[in-house]
């Protein structure tokens, strides 16, 4: 009696998964794809890279690409203008960007989550200290937080998802603490709570398994903007310090010789767009496949 | 006797699903006929195939649909929206949803009386005002500067029946418009349609699963199941001696003052298999004869 | 009822601010680095540093100093910028204008090209072209405005030179203001070669600002479109002889709206706070490009009164959705 009421939803695994991958369609796959690939490059980059991204020659710096006239074929995608490998510095950059957003997405989500389960479950007093926290800091423009937090804490790696963890744990606490409310309001709560399990117990049991959907969307969607964060920063020029690789450097390095090279500024810009789009994709396909009852 | 609305032997299909098999109907000038039949015998697609409204993957197959002789689904888009609203109303079904939940009643009202009798909106107020009075609505001119939340189930009725017989239509179609409405106002409206029927000279198609409401206020009556029309004529004579064994178990089902309500009897489920197999045969049929 | 929702959210405003004051001026006392090292020439003396520290009161207490700098900003003080050595008030009331008229300018984009899109799609619903409208709209989505700038700088700056990608004003045009709304002086004293020149400067960032938020409003205006042309209304409207483009101007219109406004309007903050990132790399003298330039001077009093003036816009912002939903909204009006 109990099991049934515990099971949820009665049917094949296997065949659930199915009909998920259905569901998600395209976006689903190009976006798997696209963010495989990242994660691949990002951990290979010792292995693919042509060159040392930190190794300088300047005797031919500002090459362009090969396939443009004037280009070599041992600079795929030619040289900055110190002559190091742009096509190794967007490897070892997709390195330092998905370190970045897996670590900081990861810390955000847990932060967020623990306070939105917290306020969703519990309400009264600590309901309303969460959400005032989150009124304060929907207050703050984001992009500006997390610049002041950065140079607050000092340049470097750890600054960077500092700054992330601090700014966007909102974006989980909130989605985490309407979606607790809305399940506890549900049936199997209330069974959970004849059957006498306590709050926690509940929270762990039944509440928790049921956003585990919603949590993976928003990690998806989370890891994208994480990585912008990343390029904003680097771009701002309070990311990463010297020859460590990253778009956004890259990025503003171009922007200086950007009417001599304009392929220098434009190279890591299509870098992040891609990884923008394939996580965009990945989240929405994912929260197509992972959500039964959406209507379209 | 001239016949306003004439169908003959219309076929709707919705993808491979016959929904109409044949229908004939005829609605003279100035009657009150019911169309009854239970949720699922198509009763709705009539109003819906006249008014232009199927659904995306609907397909009309066969037959003709006739407004004072002249063909409706053959005629331009833009010629059959001169008739509707002003030749052709509807009273809908939910009082509730019917009305434009932003717009002012005045606004609504106005915009209807602009379209189809070029009034000016001076003139089309002052109608309007006229046409809520007629309805029994006290302080037509405060109503009319009213949304339609601020206003009771009942009292939205009476502005969307205000707004049919706007135009003096020659046909009103009726959609179940008691359906929605507590029983105590159930009585008053079916009073209410029947004297703007008689102030407009319209005739009254009245769609519904209700046999009492269409004793009460029909002359006439078509019955239809599966999509298919089971019996018609005159009200008095269907319901005395009904010809078919639905309309006779339907008749069993309904509730009368003169016995108890423990007398009432479900149509018999095997009745309703031998129709619907029968429905089904006559598609095999229509699909193997060459169209 | 609604009434007394937003009088709740206006008491909040205060505790919401306050908050905001803290959490800025608590991690702007922890930071290592010290603001007057860097404005000080080199070979200063000690006593000078002292002095200096005196001055702007970072020799007290946090407490003190918080206190100090609440009781001054209620009386509209908002202190000294340390790098610009002027009134934090006037340096901000200087350059929050261009900011306000950049915004207003992608908002007012953002809903012309929205809108468009959305009544296209709309109107082709069911054909292969509606697909790939929402295939180019949720692309335009997943790019944020960040990304637009660069892409537009490299676009319509360097490869097709067509339009300045720097500053606010050509500065051969020499032109005195009264007032620091540059544009809406320009217009309403006549001058259109200003106002053209300014707008010019405008475009690609207000650009880059409104496409994200545009494909926003595409999206969920269109899907309020659908949902309201399948309301009983709307096909009663059809039953009445009214023809589809009147229909869907009068009846589905301005119900979509409601909607589209009340989730929309919040992400106006989202677009505000994307100028700070724009207006830097389009070297536009806002507000946003001041602030990364006092992140980077370590200019204190500056870089509060500049988060300041964010949030009161944000939290301005957000009640304005809140009424301007219940001014469309006659449910909510009389509620």
């Not at chain 2, 609605?27 to 006249?50: F, N, P």
Request: charged share 15%.
């Amino acid at each position: 009696m109990a099991d049934l009421i515990l099971s949820g939803p009665i049917s094949a695994p296997a065949s659930r998964w199915r009909s998920a991958l259905a569901r998600g369609g395209a976006r689903l796959w190009i976006g798997g794809v696209l963010v495989a690939l990242l994660l691949l490059i990002a951990l290979f980059a010792p292995v693919i890279a042509p060159h040392d991204p930190a190794e300088q020659d300047l005797m031919s710096a500002q090459l362009p690409p090969a396939f443009m006239r004037g280009g070599e074929a041992a600079f795929p995608l030619g040289t900055d203008s110190l002559g190091r490998c742009v096509l190794s510095r967007l490897m070892y950059s997709a390195r330092t960007a998905v370190s970045v957003a897996l670590i900081a997405s990861l810390l955000a989500a847990i932060i967020g989550i623990a306070l939105g389960l917290v306020a969703g479950a519990f309400g009264g007093v600590p309901d309303q200290s969460v959400s005032r926290l989150i009124d304060v800091w929907m207050a703050f423009p984001p992009v500006l937080l997390s610049i002041v937090l950065a140079a607050v804490i000092g340049a470097g790696l750890v600054s960077v998802i500092a700054a992330i963890v601090v700014v966007d744990w909102t974006r989980f606490a909130r989605i985490i603490r309407a979606e607790t409310q809305a399940q506890l309001a549900r049936d199997y709560a209330a069974a959970a709570h004849v059957l006498g399990l306590t709050r926690a117990q509940a929270l762990r049991l039944e509440i928790l398994p049921n956003l585990v959907p919603l949590i993976v969307t928003l990690l998806a969607v989370e890891m994208g903007i994480a990585i912008l964060v990343e390029v904003i920063l680097s771009f701002v020029g309070i990311s990463v310090t010297g020859d460590t690789a990253s778009w956004g450097g890259m990025i503003t390095e171009g922007r200086q010789i950007v009417y001599q090279a304009p392929w220098i500024m434009a190279l890591p810009i299509l870098a992040v767009i891609i990884s923008v789009i394939g996580f965009n994709l990945l989240g929405d396909g994912l929260r197509a496949a992972l959500d039964p009852v959406q209507r379209r | 006797m001239s016949a306003v609305l004439e169908i003959d032997n219309l076929h709707v299909a919705i993808g491979a699903a016959n929904v109409l098999r044949g229908v004939s109907l005829r609605v003279e000038a100035g009657e009150v006929r019911g169309l009854v039949g239970e949720s699922g015998a198509g009763k709705s697609m009539v109003g819906r195939t006249i008014f232009g409204l199927l659904p995306a993957k609907a397909a009309i197959r066969a037959g003709q649909v006739q407004f004072e002789g002249r063909d409706l689904l053959a005629m331009p888009d833009k010629e059959r929206r001169g008739l509707l609203g002003r030749r052709i109303a509807l009273i809908p079904q939910d009082p509730m949803t019917s009305l434009n939940p932003v717009r002012r009643i005045g606004a609504q009202m106005v915009a209807l009386l602009q379209l189809h009798l070029g009034l000016s909106k001076r003139a089309a107020l002052d109608r309007a005002a006229d046409l809520l009075a007629e309805v029994a609505i006290r302080d037509p001119a405060r109503v009319l500067q009213l949304y339609p939340h601020e206003l009771s189930g009942g009292m939205r009725q009476r502005v969307l029946i205000a707004m049919a017989f706007a135009c003096d239509p020659a046909l009103v179609i009726a959609d179940e418009p008691t359906t929605a409405l507590d029983v105590t106002v159930q009585r008053q409206v079916l009073q209410l349609v029947e004297r703007m029927r008689q102030r407009h000279d319209a005739a009254i198609l009245f769609v519904t699963h209700d046999l009492g409401v269409v004793a009460k206020i029909c002359r006439s009556m078509t019955v239809l199941h599966a999509g298919r029309v089971l019996e018609d004529g005159p009200t008095a004579d269907v319901l005395v001696k009904p010809h078919h064994a639905y309309t006779r178990a339907l008749l069993a089902a309904t509730p009368r003052a003169d016995r108890p309500a423990d007398a009432l009897k479900p149509v018999p489920p095997a009745l309703i298999e031998s129709l619907w197999a029968e429905a089904r045969r006559l598609d095999q049929l229509t699909a193997t004869r060459p169209a | 009822m609604r009434w007394s929702a937003i009088l709740k959210r206006l008491a909040l405003i205060p505790p919401t601010l306050l908050g905001v004051g803290a959490i800025v001026f608590v991690l702007l006392r922890v930071v290592p680095g010290d603001p007057i090292a860097m404005m000080i020439p080199p070979g200063a003396s000690p006593a000078d540093i002292a002095r200096l520290r005196a001055l702007y009161g970072l020799d007290q207490p946090l407490l003190a100093q918080f206190v100090t700098w609440l009781g001054q900003v209620a009386s509209g003080d908002f202190g000294r910028s340390i790098s610009l050595r002027q009134q934090v008030f006037e340096l901000v009331g200087a350059r929050l204008p261009a900011t306000l008229e950049l915004a207003a300018l992608a908002v007012a984009l953002a809903l012309m090209m929205g809108v468009a899109v959305a009544v296209v799609g709309s109107l082709l619903r069911g054909s292969r072209l509606e697909w790939l409208l929402d295939t180019a709209n949720g692309f335009f989505l997943a790019i944020p405005d960040f990304l637009w700038a660069l892409i537009l700088l490299l676009g319509f700056g360097v490869l097709l030179p067509l339009l300045p990608i720097s500053g606010r004003l050509d500065p051969q045009l020499a032109v005195a203001f009264r007032t620091h709304f540059y544009l809406i002086e320009s217009l309403l004293t006549l001058r259109f070669d200003v106002a053209a020149d300014l707008l010019r400067h405008m475009l690609l960032p207000s650009l880059a600002l409104a496409l994200p938020f545009a494909a926003l409003v595409a999206r969920l205006l269109k899907a309020q479109l659908a949902e309201a042309e399948d309301q009983d209304y709307a096909q009663i409207a059809r039953t009445r002889g009214f023809s589809r483009t009147t229909i869907l101007q009068r009846e589905v219109f301005p119900n979509a709206l409601i909607p589209t406004v009340a989730l929309s309007g919040v992400q106006v903050t989202l677009l505000l706070g994307g100028t700070v990132l724009v207006e830097r790399i389009f070297s536009y003298e806002g507000i946003g490009n001041m602030a990364i330039d006092a992140v980077i001077n370590r200019d204190f009093p500056l870089i509060q009164g500049l988060i300041l003036t964010f949030a009161v816009l944000f939290i301005a912002l957000n009640l304005a959705v809140d009424l301007l939903v219940a001014v469309l909204d006659p449910r909510l009006r009389h509620g």
